[in-house]
Nanobody, 120 residues
Framework: QVQLVESGGGLVQAGDSLRLSCAAS????????MAWFRRAPGKERESVAS????????RYADSVKGRFTISRDSAKNTVYLQMDNMKPEDTAVYYC?????????????WGQGTQVTVSS
């Protein structure tokens, strides 16, 4: 089992920055990829960014490219999401997730979520 705990959400204004953190504990040795997802009110959950644990290869949704940066600190078993130039449409609950399988595109562990609100 892997436990994920997010932190860093809050209320910001458009154009501001915010950094989310996700601390992983438990059987972290078998994590292949970690990612950030978000769910805005009335919308489906969407993938925001992901990072391979081994070599830090990152991927981003088109909506956040150039504004968000995902990174990881292996020593601390922590993943970060740096969000810059934030927009009101970034308002959502942000979830951290961990994936074990190299083959299956399925996330096995999820955090409880942290609210991010961007005012215009």
């Amino acid at each position: 089992q892997v436990q994920l705990v997010e932190s860093g959400g809050g209320l910001v204004q458009a154009g501001d920055s915010l950094r989310l953190s996700c601390a992983a504990s438990g059987r972290t040795f078998n994590i292949y990829t970690m990612a950030w997802f978000r769910r805005a009110p009335g919308k489906e959950r969407e993938s925001v960014a992901s990072i391979k644990w081994s070599d830090a290869t990152a991927r981003y949704a088109d909506s956040v490219k150039g504004r968000f940066t995902i990174s990881r600190d292996s020593a601390k078993n922590t993943v970060y999401l740096q969000m810059d130039n934030m927009k009101p449409e970034d308002t959502a609950v942000y979830y951290c997730a961990a994936r074990r399988s190299v083959v299956l595109d399925r996330y096995d562990y999820w955090g409880q979520g942290t609210q991010v609100t961007v005012s215009s």
